[in-house]
Each structure stands twice: as structure tokens, then as C-alpha cells.
């Protein structure tokens, strides 16, 4: 059965792939216009530090790692669950996730894999280009420890990001309604371009537990440069690495447990 699985899920890859790309010049011109909307909240921060030098203490180039490393992160989380998780809603109220629960296949990962978001192409050639040119500028002496390490904490950032998401769609399965949640997400997340010193405690401590996408950005970027991480303190890389796999594990209690609670379109 799990081979066959893994046969099926490059099939539905595929077959979405192909569908996203059928009119290609919209489909450039959309992540064309995706860079140009980022590299303006970028280009925002820029004169900040036009003004100001440093932010909390981040420098021009460290800022644009920070930035660079979130939105990468949360490129390759969301292509695998942003779009899925938040159209699981509408399916949940027409009752239209019923015919997945009697399909000979997870129904988490057929939702996953037959929607599989290559919108965010345009995010990762923006988040891959500024992170190339962050690497070479930022005042870091680079060694193979801390480029493992940077490379476990951007795999780490992307699981909790899935995982985030997965949770706040699979509550559709209960509440039938979550897509508020998004905005909840959302905000955070745009809280978290930003280091996470220049904050108050409160949001400190939701932005590391309650809302954990400090993890995603400047907890495991501030870790790797030798930034005083608040709370956290020498604790912020071993919690960067072992965030991923840990919100993961509970993603996927949380689903079976909100699959388990769903009453079906009848109620």
C-alpha cells in the first residue's frame, strides 16, 4: 500500500503542475509582479536602515539574511500546505472532503499533493537571490558547522511552517470555519521580518510559543550570528533545530484528532 502511494503522489504532482502552467505567460507575469511586491517591503526596511544604521542591533546585510531566510522558509512550507489547508474550509462546508475519506489513500496527503503550489516560484527566486548576496556581505566567518547549521534550521523553519498551517486548516474539520485563523498567522508572520529584540516581552514570548514563527526567522538567524537572543538566550539554536520536527509530530496529532472529531457535511 505505502508503494503505491508513492507511486500515485508524483502522478498528482504532475497532473497539477501541468495545470498551473497552462497559460505561462500570466503565470510569469504573476510571480514578475510577487518580486516586485516583496522587493518593495524589502526596499522598506532599506531605508529604515538608511535612517537608522542598525535595527536592534542588525546590520543592512544581516537584516537581508533575516528577510531572505524567512521568506524562503515560508515559500517552501506554504507551496505545501498554504493553499490546500485554506481551500480545506469550502471543502469541509460543501461536503466535498467526504469523498476523500473514502478514497484508498490519506486524505491529508492527497490534498497535499494534488494541489502542490508552484505560485511561490516567484518568492524563492527573490528569497534565493537576496540570500546570495546577504551571505557575501554579512561580517560572518562561514565554516562548514555553521553552514550545516544553517541549512538544519532553514529545513526545521520549513516544517514548522507546514506544520503551522496544517493546524490552523485541519480546525476547519471542527469549527468548519478557520480561515480567520490565516490573518492571525499572517500578522505574525509579517511581525517577524523584523529581529525579534525590538519587541516587548509579550509578543516575545507568543512570537517563540503560542505563534512559534520567531522559529522561522530571526531565532535560528540570530543564533547563527551571535545575536542575544531574548528568552531563548544559548538555548536559541538547539530549539531552532528541534522546532521542525517537534510542531511536525504535533501537526499530525492534531489532525488525526480533528479528523477524528468531524461529523461529516450532515452534521
Known sequence: MLIHHLRVLPLLVRMHVRSQMEYRGAFWLDRFAQILSYGSVFATIGILLARFDTLGGWSWPELALLFSFQLLAYSLGAAMSFVQLRDLEELVRLGTFDT????????????????????YTGHVILAVALMGWAILSVDFAWSLWSVS?????????????????????????????????????????????????IFPGGIQITLITAVPLALTSSVPVGALLGKPIPILGDWAGPVALAAGPIWVLIAMSYWRYATGKYQGAGG
Not at 478514497?103 to 503550489?117: D, T
Not at 486548516?169 to 478557520?178: C, E, H, P, Q, Y
Request: charged residues 5%; hydrophobic residues 60%.
Open 149 to 197: 547549521f544553517f541549512m538544519a534550521a532553514l529545513i526545521s523553519a520549513t516544517l514548522v511552517t507546514g506544520a503551522l498551517i496544517t493546524m490552523i486548516g485541519a480546525t476547519a474539520l471542527i469549527w468548519v470555519r478557520s480561515n480567520h485563523l490565516f490573518s492571525i498567522f499572517f500578522g505574525c508572520w509579517e511581525l517577524n521580518r523584523y529581529p525579534l529584540n
Open 100 to 119: 476523500l475519506l473514502v478514497k484508498p489513500f490519506s486524505p491529508w496527503a492527497y490534498l497535499i499533493f494534488s494541489g502542490l503550489n508552484i505560485g
